[in-house]
Each structure stands twice: as structure tokens, then as C-alpha cells.
């Protein structure tokens, strides 16, 4: 398969459905081919949800939806056991059963709930009355989030977040972005999105992000990008060597959808806000935000060791 028209494919089918937001679809896809997960960051009404499932359909995957709110109970995402009129013991699978989950509005979801998804982002597996089950393949979660200072929301734990591949922040729409909206709302009853790859494609792309080749310059480039947000005054946090390593696997599938053999540090320097914006903590006093961090890294790191 051609990793390049492939890509290329999916992004025509959803861009009928989606104004703008084109670097996100793309990295939402990205994550997909890297095997990874993605959170998606944005006020309500900003397509989060709508870009999630257009996506879904357009790779032919199983999707299913939860929605984050105080009350949502563990039971009601990964399912529960329970005994039938037999006296036989029975399990009921939940939506996380799937290939694509679309969390909405995790962050409003009480953290013992969001805490339990700790097994199924890194094992790809769920504990139900004692019994070990394998998620589907692929298993992609892609989990909303409202900023903040949105009233209900809480904040997400590290231990969490860093389960993710990407974090990908949605803005407002420009004003012919906004227009657009309105034209594909118009039309949305007539145009049905086009299946234009399957799930075993979808297989087969995750095998070859591992045949992209990644040379030592670029190895280096990425470690001393990460040590340098540890360095960094105005950073509590810095990244952990899990920001290394899904540089690398990204930035492979970034390489492969572009119809490359090879990761580039233009490539790292594209992912750094994605891979490191969920990762890293600054301090509150610093006058300096996270992304001020990483521009500042991306803008005065060396793309070559001086050692």
C-alpha cells in the first residue's frame, strides 16, 4: 500500500465534513498509524467530537462513544460481570470494546474512572472480575477535553496524560472556516462519509512506521530536546523518556504518510507542541506557558550536538 495516497485519501474524504483544522486531522491521523492515542483540546462546539467520528468512518473502524460526566462509573466503559438467569456468570463488554473510543469531555469524568483507563491506554486490555481481556486492533482512544476554566472540569493526572501520543489543541475557526461550517451543515443530510480505507490497511500502515529508519542526528536532536525542558527554568517537569520515544514514533509515522523512508528534525520540530505540551509543567509564577517553553527549545536548540 502507498502510505502517501492512503493518507492523502482520508484526508480529501474529511475535509468534506470539516473546515480547517487541517494539521489536526492530520495528526489525529498520525496517531492512528503510530498506534497511538490523542487528546484533543478545545472549547465546546469546535468539532472535537464531529472530526473524531468522521475519521472513524472514513477507516472503515468500530466506533463507539462514552460520555465524560461526575457520575460515570468504570463499569459503563469497560463493562462488567454479572449472572444470569442460569446462575452462569456473564460478562458485558462495554463501549471500550472497540477500535476507535471517543471519550467526550474526559475531563469531567471523576478520577477514579479516568485513573482506571490506565490499563487499557498502555495494555491495550481490560481486568473484569478477574479475567484478563485483549482489546480489538487496533485500539485508538481519542479523548476530548475542555479547557479548564470551563465550569464541571477537573484536572487530568500526569500519570494519565502522558498515556497519550499526542495532545492536539482545536482553536476557533477563522471567519471563511466559520462560513464553511455553515455550507457543509447545509449539505450534511446529502453526503454520507466515503469508507476509503479498511481496518486491515489501517493493519498494515502501523506495520510499516516500523521500517522508517531514524539516523543518529536525529536520535540526538530528539534527547536533547526532551532534557532540555527538564533544564529549563521556568519548567517543574520536564519530559520523561516517554516523550523520547513517541518523538520517535510519531515522527516515523509522520515520515511514512508523506511517502518517506526517513524522520527528519523538520518532523521532530512539527511534533514537539503535540507530543510535549501534556508532558511537561511550568511554573505558575514563571510568566512563561508551556508552549512559550517549547518555542523557545525549538527556536535556540542546535540541530546538531556540539559533543
Known amino acids: 500500500m502507498d502510505a502517501k495516497e492512503a493518507f492523502q485519501n482520508v484526508f480529501s474524504e ?33 468539532a472535537k467530537t464531529t472530526m473524531s467520528k468522521t475519521l472513524a468512518d472514513a477507516i472503515s473502524a468500530d466506533f463507539d462513544r462514552i460520555q465524560g460526566m461526575p457520575d460515570l462509573d468504570i463499569r459503563d466503559v469497560i463493562g462488567f460481570a454479572y449472572m444470569d438467569e442460569n446462575n ?11 477500535n476507535i473510543l471517543l471519550i467526550d469531555e474526559l475531563n469531567r469524568a471523576p478520577p477514579k474512572t479516568t485513573t482506571a483507563l490506565l490499563e487499557a491506554l498502555e495494555e491495550r486490555q ?20 475542555n479547557p479548564l476554566n470551563i465550569e464541571g472540569t477537573t484536572s487530568l493526572p500526569k500519570v494519565l496524560t502522558d498515556r497519550f501520543l499526542l495532545r492536539l489543541a482545536v482553536t476557533y475557526p477563522d471567519e471563511a472556516q466559520e462560513a464553511e461550517i455553515l455550507r457543509i451543515k447545509e449539505r450534511e443530510e446529502k453526503l454520507e462519509v466515503k469508507k476509503v480505507l479498511g481496518i486491515n490497511d489501517i493493519l498494515e500502515l502501523q506495520k510499516g512506521v516500523k521500517e522508517v529508519i531514524i539516523d543518529d542526528k536525529v536520535v540526538s536532536y530528539i534527547t536533547r530536546f526532551v532534557r ?14 516517554r516523550a523520547d520515544i513517541s518523538f520517535m514514533t510519531a515522527g516515523k ?5 508523506e511517502g518517506r523512508k526517513e524522520v527528519t528534525i523538520e518532523d521532530i520540530k512539527f511534533l514537539a507542541k503535540p507530543i510535549l505540551s501534556h508532558r511537561i509543567v511550568v511554573r505558575s509564577t ?11 527549545i525549538a527556536a535556540t536548540l542546535p540541530e546538531e550536538s556540539s559533543e
Open 88 to 98: 452462569d456468570i456473564k460478562l458485558k463488554k462495554g463501549p471500550i470494546f472497540t
Open 14 to 46: 474529511v475535509k468534506k465534513h470539516i473546515a480547517g483544522n487541517e494539521d489536526i486531522i492530520k495528526l489525529m491521523f498520525i496517531a492512528i498509524v503510530a498506534n497511538g492515542h490523542a487528546l484533543l483540546e478545545g472549547v465546546p462546539g469546535v
Open 253 to 257: 509515522a509522520k515520515a511514512l504518510i
Open 126 to 145: 481490560v481486568t473484569i472480575s478477574n479475567q484478563t481481556l485483549p482489546l480489538m486492533k487496533p485500539f485508538i482512544a481519542l479523548a476530548t477535553q
Open 228 to 241: 532540555a525542558t527538564r533544564d529549563d527554568i521556568h519548567v517543574v517537569m520536564g519530559g520523561s523518556p
Open 286 to 296: 514563571g510568566g512563561i506557558g508551556v508552549n512559550g517553553v517549547i518555542d523557545g
